[in-house]
């Protein structure tokens, strides 16, 4: 009941933020009609010509700049951004052809430019913006009897008051290029055709919502897809429930007064923790391998060697994963909540313990509730690591398929099956469609559970 | 070193929210000023504004003679003292101290490896700008340290120190610099009960020693009585009173005030006053005490609280209430207390009660009264002792606003009166109206302000006292036995004068008519203009405001005030309410055009009553005058408030 | 006085068998963490190499000659080759990552600018995305700059997405007091001097905390440089590792010492900072 309270209480702050949106939208744009009422003669100029109006006020180092910022575009625009933009819609119109030696294009490269080029525009676009401002405020300072800023203040204020901008300027251009980027760009191939036989030099075409009709309807990928994502659930719920509460455990146990030689123990796990993943990972696909220990010591014993990992051993394989990957996480889990740990108050054990609460009273009454209440986004975050978690099925069993399977073998994720589609097997623009179910999906999740967790409320409280 | 002035200062958060409201404050070179407040009240803010670490939204700020809104703390030169220190964790207490020198530059002159300086080719020396070096900062840092005697720890880092040593390195920090203004943000409310009482003293000594103006902030008003030189008390962003320790203590302005300064708080009964010929009478309310005061001690209260029906807030110290049996003997205000319980402090016993025979005198109500006593006596519980009132020590407060209702410059003069044929007799003396007080014959009532008694007139009178009220004197005088109060800009000797009234500003409550006085403030509203205008070929800017489609010109200092008060182009965006008293405004050939309704004639002067649009004018005027008039205002003496959102920025 | 004695004695042994209890379990739990490394070393000293000629865990015969192939015989393994390039990689992903997270997340904590709100949701955003998603695009990106098969490309993608998990760093820098900044701002501090000289210092842990994961997730990534390098030479050890097959177990499993070692004492050097920073990272977030 509670619950649905929450969640009604999110959907109205929500619909009260929506119905509030034109009043911040008008609020938002109050300051361009302000510059558009009243500028001058020289905010207009600058408005026409980059800089200009900088430059008729005498700045002449910022006007220069935006001058010199308007030419560099206006001159990629030229020569390669107009073609890239328009490339963006068409994504090629001329087929390559060996045969006849004709250089067709590229629609992918062409994908990819478009949208680098529409980067650019946007970026350009604040630069204006920021121009016209810089403008009007020279006016404003003029009009007002106030000297306007310095060039040499401007630049010296790049240390101080908008250091921000210096220090976040290099992080915003890294993310907006090598993670923001390459997403829009998988978003975007979810609707094209891309993939499968129309790989460059092909022609790619936009396509609309097909895919996503393919991967829920076609026979081809809608079994695998539904079977797929029913094992990845139930995988991740029991691997985040299995190493939370392994990890929580361990934590407990070590945290208890009577275990000597604290750091000896903690220190098995730290072990594991440390060992790269991929080496761990290769390590059990070796003991679980035909001729790995495990079948020596079955055959030894006059049993048959078995295909823990072979091609009809699902649960078996599965198995497996959920341990290998409780090996791998349950050491952080223990840190984690051993950090945590070490956070509770003293104080209320004691008053337990007067009160006369036995020591699982304690657990269930004080720790765990503290513990669910500090770790619920660390649970989110851990869920949908394991929700995607490439790496134990990618070693343990890359490679198979499976009956009744496209392409993936019954212990494979989502993303594992989303790797071997577009990265092995080219179906580029059904992997990208699989990417955006999996992120909503994910997001669905991550935000239904956050809204129910208690840090939710408190979110809203600021610094 | 510097004196500072703030001057309608602003503080508006961009949600609207008003976290400081038109503080005005002049603070002279070495003055120790607290202000102090609950927390939330904005004292915090203004003292940061000060720092220059929050942006002031609206008014001037000025440190010596500089206006510093949006200067960098850096610049201000001043220094300040946090709450938690804030001292820089990972540096010797040494580099604490130090750490603003270095970062500072001092002017010097160009100098060889000796030290000596190098002139340039006229034999000048030439300046420069360089860094404190290593001997300059080891005495500089050395002499913080001895002042504050914590020389011995220099090479320690913070954590290695207790609560009052960090607290010294955190003024040692401030004072090395020899800052104009000392700024402090509650910096004892980290430590205990003793060091606190310790370091207080020894703030006040550092105070006495460095000749600094010192502004310090806190929530404990036991620190601003004891520290201050003058209190400013706020209370929602409001200042409620800035005054001295002593004047705080027994002229509270507000019930606010006297709740919030002293200790224990002051008792806040609830009754109405009625006076009977030469008395009043005070009746309690849920409770049948009744006492009588004679109205020479309310002399200042305002006479509509005295008609017995008003209920007001009555307030007595625990120290004006006894229940010493010799004082209770010879006292004649006396009232009943049923006793519940006391607190033994040592020197004295805090006696709590209720004057309400139902009332448990735990909780705090309008009834409950608490008692200081001096040693120890026992004190039966549900017991009904009498107490005896200090009256002297009355205060007096509205019911819904907890404005004193007996201020220490009262407003008016509450007389009776008899006007007969143009003629008013008041207080045995008779004057001649002039026509503009225009009543009817018969008897009533009349309230002279304080500050329309002058001396020098008709009326004779008699200085019998003269007090000093924040730089001003209020005079009483004796006219034909009767009591008036004057305000005057100097001392008065006791003795004969004369006096006479200003007319214009009388309300005179005769024959069921009320002569009511000229308003002093003519509003306008009006925008703000710039123009530019091409004289002998070199281009000029003139400002101006625009008043109902009429331009007037605006002098530097008010327009650079306006460009001061505002961001952006904003001043010219924006509505203002101008505002002239009648003599900013002169019937002129040309101005704002207005209809005139009235002549008023106040004998020596003469106002035109007018309209302009809405707006109803008074301005003075030389002769009478009908139909239009053209009015010009003296845009020097204006003063403008900013219509959105209500902030006096001139 | 004898049931109060009993009751005494119950307690005891019910205390003996709680502890007799807990180190049985820690006992195991000991053994399962342990015990695959100690599989990896044993085979890391097979004479033979082959997974097929154990006996079960245990080689049958012992002998240095894993590590000798795993330095001498470089014609078709170049494993030194391997581990500089990883290293290379790592350190140098490791020191630009470290840098562009912490400037991120201070000025997310310190700066009240007017896309902050939306530079955050932003990020929380595309956190939800598939870790890879983009995998393709940016080899698509690497072609076009011409930086496939290039260290460089690797540590450039390396480094671009570290600033990404800026929120555990913020979360530190929050918990720096503000009237340190502003006292250093009244001392004449501009806020650059404020962050070298005070918050630097201030956040020695959060520091060592993001340098070790800066430095971990390339020294153990697979996924980018199997795609981006296609040269055996500029292999990372990850890459190389995985191209042993089940008849070189025994160099896989010296190569996995080499490369497991530094992280490992990195790890237990820095553990307590780890706890920390995981913590404050957990309660902030």
């Known amino acids: 009941m509670k619950a649905i309270a929450k969640c009604k209480n999110f959907f109205k702050t929500l619909s009260e933020k929506l119905k509030a949106l034109p009043k911040k939208l008008s609020a938002r744009f109050a300051g361009a009609k302000e510059i558009l009422s009243q500028g001058n003669g020289k905010v207009t100029a600058s408005m026409a010509v980059m800089g200009l109006g900088q430059l008729l006020y005498r700045q002449w180092a910022k006007g220069a700049m935006f001058l010199f910022v308007q030419i560099a575009f206006v001159t990629y625009f030229i020569l390669t951004g107009a073609t890239d933009l328009f490339g963006f819609f068409t994504l090629g119109t001329r087929e390559g052809n060996a045969w006849y030696g004709v250089e067709g294009d590229n629609s992918v490269v062409m994908l990819i430019m478009g949208i680098l080029a529409i980067f650019m525009i946007v970026l350009y676009i604040a630069i204006y913006i920021a121009n016209v401002k810089d403008a009007y405020r020279i006016q404003c300072a003029v009009d007002t009897l106030k000297e306007p800023a310095a060039f040499r203040e401007e630049a010296g204020a790049l240390l101080d008051k908008s250091f921000h901008k210096t220090a976040l300027a290099l992080p915003v251009i890294g993310v907006c290029v090598f993670s923001i980027l390459p997403i829009v760009f998988m978003i975007l191939i979810a609707f094209t055709n891309y993939g499968d036989t129309i790989v460059p030099p092909a022609l790619v075409s936009w396509v609309g919502l097909e895919n996503f009709r393919k991967i829920l309807t076609l026979g081809q990928f809608a079994p695998t897809f539904f079977k797929i994502f029913g094992w990845n659930m139930l995988w991740a719920v029991m691997s985040t429930a299995l190493n939370y509460l392994a990890g929580l455990g361990l934590a407990l146990l070590l945290n208890k007064a009577c275990v000597k030689g604290k750091a000896i123990w903690r220190a098995f796990p730290i072990l594991a923790y440390a060992i790269p993943g991929f080496i761990t990972l290769l390590g059990f696909k070796f003991m679980f391998s035909y001729g790995g220990p495990i079948n020596y010591y079955i055959q030894q014993g006059g049993g048959e060697a078995v295909g823990f990992l072979g091609l009809d051993a699902k649960w078996s394989a599965r198995f497996i994963g959920l341990g290998v990957n409780a090996w791998i996480s349950i050491p952080s889990t223990m840190l984690l909540a051993t950090g945590i740990l070490s956070n509770v108050n003293t104080d209320l054990y004691e008053a337990a313990r007067v009160d006369g609460a036995s020591a699982w009273k304690q657990f269930i009454k004080i720790t765990l509730p503290y513990v669910l209440f500090a770790t619920t986004p660390v649970l989110i975050t851990q869920f949908i690591g394991n929700f995607n978690n490439f790496g134990i099925f990618y070693f343990l069993r890359d490679g198979l398929n499976i009956d009744g399977y496209f392409l993936a073998s019954d212990t494979d994720l989502l993303i594992n099956w989303l790797y071997r589609m577009s990265i092995d097997n080219n179906y580029y623009s059904i992997g990208a469609a699989i990417s955006l179910v999996i992120f909503i999906i994910t997001s669905v999740i991550s935000l239904a559970v956050y809204v129910l967790s208690p840090s939710y409320k408190q979110e809203e409280t600021f610094r | 070193m510097a004196n500072l002035s703030l001057k309608h200062i602003y503080k508006v958060y961009p949600n609207g929210a008003k976290a400081v409201n038109d503080f005005n404050m002049q603070i002279a070179d070495k003055e120790f000023i607290v202000f102090v407040g609950p927390s939330g009240c904005g004292k915090s803010t203004t003292l940061r504004m000060i720092a220059g670490l929050e942006e002031i939204t609206a008014g001037e700020l000025m440190i010596g003679d500089t206006v510093v809104n949006g200067m960098e703390p850096k610049d201000r030169d001043i220094a300040m003292v946090f709450q938690n220190y804030a001292l820089y964790p990972h540096m010797t207490i040494f580099e604490n101290i130090a750490f603003g020198l270095r970062m500072r530059k001092i002017p010097d002159v160009k100098r060889d490896k000796e030290g000596n300086p190098v002139l340039d080719k006229d034999g000048r020396e030439i300046p420069v700008m360089r860094r404190y070096n290593k001997q300059e900062l080891t005495a500089k840092v050395n002499e913080a340290a001895e002042i504050l005697g914590i020389t011995e720890y220099l090479k320690r880092k913070p954590k290695e120190m207790s609560g009052g040593q960090r607290q010294r390195v955190a003024l040692g920090r401030a004072i090395v610099r020899h800052p104009k203004v000392m700024l402090l943000d509650e910096p004892l409310s980290n430590l205990d009960a003793k060091l606190r009482t310790q370091m207080r003293s020894e703030i006040v000594k550092l105070h006495k020693k460095l000749q600094t103006t010192f502004i310090y902030v806190t929530h404990d008003q036991v620190e601003a009585m004891t520290m201050g030189t003058r209190i400013v008390v706020m209370k929602d962003g409001f200042v409620k009173q800035i005054d001295t320790p002593k004047n705080l203590y027994r002229y509270p302005a507000n019930k606010f005030v006297a709740g919030f300064i002293g200790t224990p708080q002051m008792n806040f009964f609830q009754g109405t006053l009625k006076k009977e010929g030469d008395e009043v009478v005070i009746a309690f309310k849920w409770s049948d005490a009744k006492i009588t005061v004679p109205y020479s001690m309310l002399m200042k209260t305002t006479p509509q609280y005295l008609d017995g029906t008003k209920t007001v807030y009555i307030g007595f110290r625990a120290e004006d209430v006894s229940l010493d049996e010799e004082q209770v003997k010879a006292s004649k205000a006396k009232i009943k207390v049923r006793i519940s319980h006391s607190e033994e402090l040592g020197t004295e016993t805090l006696v709590y009660g209720d004057i309400n025979m139902n009332g448990d005198g735990f909780e705090e109500t309008n009834t409950r009264v608490i008692i200081k006593s001096a040693g120890f006596k026992e004190y039966q519980p549900d017991a009904v002792y009498e107490a005896a009132l200090n009256l002297e020590a009355i205060h007096l407060f509205d019911l819904d606003t907890e404005e004193s209702i007996m201020p220490r410059i009262p407003e008016y003069n509450y007389l009776d009166c008899t006007v007969r044929e143009g003629n008013l007799t008041f207080l045995g003396n008779t004057v001649s109206l002039p026509d503009a007080v225009a009543c009817g014959d018969g008897k009533g009532e009349l309230l002279i302000p304080v500050s329309a008694v002058g001396f020098g007139g008709a009326v004779k009178a008699n200085v019998i006292g003269c007090e000093e009220i924040n730089g001003r004197f209020l005079v009483s005088l004796d006219v034909n036995g009767g009591r008036l109060y004057a305000l005057s800009d100097e001392v008065r000797e006791k003795g004969e004068t004369t006096i006479g009234l200003d007319f214009k500003k009388l309300i005179v409550k005769v024959g069921g008519t009320e002569v009511s006085p000229m308003p002093l403030v003519n509003a306008l509203s009006g925008t703000f203009v710039a123009e530019k205008r091409k004289i002998d070929g070199a281009k000029e800017t003139h400002y101006y405001f625009s008043i109902n489609g009429t331009k007037v010109e605006v002098p530097a200092e008010v327009y650079r005030k306006m460009f001061a008060a505002t961001s952006g182009r904003k001043v010219y965006n924006s509505v203002y309410r101008y505002e002239w008293d009648p003599y900013g405004l002169a019937v002129a050939e040309s101005g704002i055009e207005a209809e005139a309704v009235e002549t008023l004639d106040y004998g020596e002067e003469k106002f035109l009553k007018c309209k302009a649009g809405e707006e109803t004018l008074y301005v003075k005027c030389e002769r009478p005058m009908s139909g239009k008039v053209y009015l010009a205002p003296d845009a020097g003496k204006v003063s403008v408030v900013e219509s959105e959102r209500q902030i006096r920025i001139v | 006085m004898n049931q109060a004695k009993m009751k005494v004695a119950k307690a005891k042994t019910q205390k003996v068998l709680n502890i007799l209890i807990t180190y049985c379990i820690l006992v195991v739990v000991a053994f399962v963490f342990f015990f695959p490394c100690m599989w990896l070393v044993l085979a890391s000293f097979s004479k033979s190499g082959s997974i097929y000629s154990f006996d079960g865990f245990f080689p049958a015969e012992y ?183 089940e008849t070189e177990f025994a160099r896989f499993a010296a190569g996995s010492i080499f490369i497991a070692i530094p992280i490992i004492v990195l790890y237990f050097c820095l553990v307590k900072y780890m706890i920390n920073g995981m913590a404050a990272g957990a309660v902030k977030e």
């Open chain 3, 63 to 245: 002998g240095f000659d894993a590590f000798r192939t795993l330095f001498t015989d470089t014609v078709m393994y170049d494993y030194p080759k391997w581990f500089l390039n990883t290293l290379f990689i790592a350190s140098m992903s490791c020191i630009i990552g470290t840098v562009l997270t912490i400037l991120t997340a201070y000025c997310m904590s310190r700066f009240r600018f007017k896309s902050r709100k939306a530079m955050m949701k932003t990020t929380l955003v595309l956190g939800m995305f598939p870790s890879f998603m983009g995998t393709i695009a940016v080899y698509l990106m690497m072609t076009q700059f011409n930086l496939i098969n290039q260290h460089w490309g690797l540590i450039l993608i390396y480094s671009a997405q570290a600033p990404m998990g800026y929120m555990v760093q913020k979360g530190f820098f929050d918990t720096i007091p503000y009237s340190i900044d502003e006292a250093a701002r009244i001392d004449g501090a501009s806020n650059f001097t404020v962050f070298v000289k005070f918050i630097l210092p201030l956040s020695k842990p959060i520091l060592v905390y993001t340098a070790l994961t800066a430095f971990t997730w390339p020294w153990s990534d697979f996924i980018l440089p199997k795609m981006l390098l296609i040269d055996k030479n500029l292999y990372t050890v990850a890459v190389g590792l995985m191209s042993l097959g």
